[in-house]
């Protein structure tokens, strides 16, 4: 099982930047990727970044050059920078942890961290 906590989501306005966490914990293995996601209320859940324990970052094209997803693996944290925000990034962000073993698939969610930016 694996727990993971989001943390640093508020209100901004258009511009504005913010800073989200996510802590993991419980049986984290050492190539776990992690990643954010996010859901507006008129959307499906959609990925915003990736990166994987060793460093390998993957990013939407809607963040790309706004957005910088980083890692901390000794403290099983994963960071999302978010600069320039704009009202379109308005959304519950996700910490996500993506596992495969033997064959199959493990998929971790946080609860959300809500960010809304103003415009």
């Known amino acids: 099982q694996v727990q993971l906590v989001e943390s640093g989501g508020g209100l901004v306005q258009a511009g504005g930047s913010l800073r989200l966490s996510c802590a993991a914990s419980g049986s984290v293995l050492n190539n776990d990727a992690m990643g954010w996601y996010r859901q507006d209320p008129k959307s499906q859940r959609e990925l915003v970044a990736t990166i994987s324990t060793g460093g390998s970052t993957n990013y939407a094209d809607s963040v790309k050059g706004r957005f910088t997803i980083s890692r901390d693996n000794a403290k099983n944290t994963v960071y999302l920078q978010m600069n320039s925000l704009k009202p379109e990034d308005t959304a519950v962000y996700y910490c996500?942890?993506?596992?495969?073993?033997?064959?199959?698939?493990?998929?971790?969610w946080g609860r959300g961290t809500q960010v809304t930016v103003s415009s």
């Open positions: 996500n942890l993506d596992r495969y073993w033997v064959g199959k698939r493990y998929i971790y």
